[in-house]
């Protein structure tokens, strides 16, 4: 028995160990647009689209930190109201005090098939100003240092890319988002290592959607919105597109904010939940493996630790504690990014039984057809029709 124990817990080693090493060095937090680029020759014409529903709180230090830009060349903003309920726009216009670079156009009924954030982006491109060469898309919460489309542009066009896409600081305040905001970044790089995304001979392919500033050309030799007008998850779907096109750059970033909090945890939880099971493809299989794996890499270890103490087996004890040690390691630059305590790194296993258990209630509402809800509409399996 003593040495199935010992294999089992052998096993979250032999995974760290492989993680640390050919992950792409995901865990390094090492992808930064913070430093400036070579600038161009010429500054092309940008314009903002920001997708809005519901945004009051938001939308108008959103909209004021992107007036506030010292981009040198041609930029206008277009902010599509999509049927809100709060006011949304007249925020938006309020925030621009009369500045004619802010168009806010009011969204359609949303067409059979599409989803409704893709459909909104679909709408700002056409509301936009005729021969932008860069299209940022951007959320109605997400607030930029006044240096950012600058340093964005100079990016995209200093190496030629198709896209850029920045993950913004999100807001880790409360008790819940410190406990479980940094874990999110950190899933996320593992999920998709941003080196390997950002080296165009390796398939990854991601980007975060509150930031992407994509060349319109590329965008429409791909197919524009229209390729992706049914993903859920808009953001990596429109990755994935451009770069069969051509090379994408994500990164990290301390110059862009979101201003969405998350006061208690049912908000993160329908954050996670609208599209964890999305992740896995539907795939109940990919469900099981993904608990499974989570279960291994992440809670093995301080169990580990734990019946090690209790049975008086030093092997069990220093298994557990490598693996965790391990784990705490990797998880470090993330929360140096956040501010966080390297102590909090030990709270990891915790934060990724959190996690799991948001991917399982996904697939819940999902069986359920309310996989997608998100302010007032449903994507689930028995509401296609509705998205």
Not at 8 to 15: C, E, G, N, S
Not at 57 to 77: C, E, H, M, N
Not at 139 to 164: C, F, H, P, Q, T
Not at 209 to 214: E, K, S, T
């Amino acid at each position: 028995m003593a040495d199935l124990l010992h294999i089992f817990a052998a096993v979250p080693v032999a995974i760290w160990l492989g993680l640390l090493f050919l992950r792409g060095g995901f865990w390094r937090s090492d992808q930064w647009l913070d430093g400036d680029s070579a600038l161009p020759d010429s500054w092309p014409s940008v314009v903002a689209v920001v997708p809005a529903r519901d945004e009051a709180p938001t939308v108008g230090r959103a909209v004021a930190s992107l007036l506030a830009q010292d981009y040198p060349g041609p930029f206008s903003i277009v902010v599509v109201d999509d049927a809100s309920r709060d006011g949304t726009a007249d925020a938006a216009r309020a925030s621009a005090a009369g500045d004619e670079r802010l168009t806010v156009v009011a969204g359609g009924p949303l067409p059979k098939g599409w989803m409704g954030k893709p459909w909104a982006m679909q709408q700002g491109l056409k509301a936009a100003v005729p021969g932008a060469a860069f299209v940022l898309f951007t959320d109605a919460d997400i607030e930029y240092e006044s240096s950012m489309l600058r340093r964005l542009v100079a990016k995209a066009e200093g190496e030629r890319l198709n896209l850029v896409s920045l993950m913004a600081l999100l807001r880790c305040r409360s008790p819940w988002e410190r406990l479980l905001v940094p874990a999110f970044v950190f899933f996320f790089q593992k999920l998709y290592p941003f080196p390997q995304v950002n080296d165009p001979s390796r398939h990854p392919a991601a980007a975060a959607g509150g930031c992407m500033l994509a060349r319109r050309q590329a965008l429409d030799h791909a197919g524009g919105l229209e390729a992706i007008h049914d993903r859920l998850i808009d953001d990596c779907a429109l990755a994935v597109l451009l770069k069969n096109h051509g090379p994408i750059w994500i990164g990290l970033t301390r110059r862009v904010h979101s201003l969405r909090p998350y006061y208690r945890l049912g908000e993160l939880w329908m954050t996670v939940t609208r599209t964890a099971f999305e992740q896995l493809g539907h795939s109940w299989i990919v469900l099981v493996a993904t608990i499974l794996a989570m279960g291994a890499i992440y809670l093995v270890p301080p169990l580990a630790v734990l019946s090690g103490l209790e049975s008086g087996d030093p092997w069990l004890v220093g298994l557990g504690l490598a693996a965790w040690l391990m784990m705490a390691a990797a998880y470090r630059p993330t929360l140096d990014l956040y501010g966080r305590p390297g102590a909090s790194a030990l709270f990891l296993p915790l934060s990724a039984l959190m996690f799991t258990l948001m991917t399982i209630d996904s697939a819940r509402r999902h069986l359920q057809g309310r996989g997608g809800a998100w302010k007032g509409r449903r994507y689930g399996a028995a509401d296609v029709s509705d998205r």
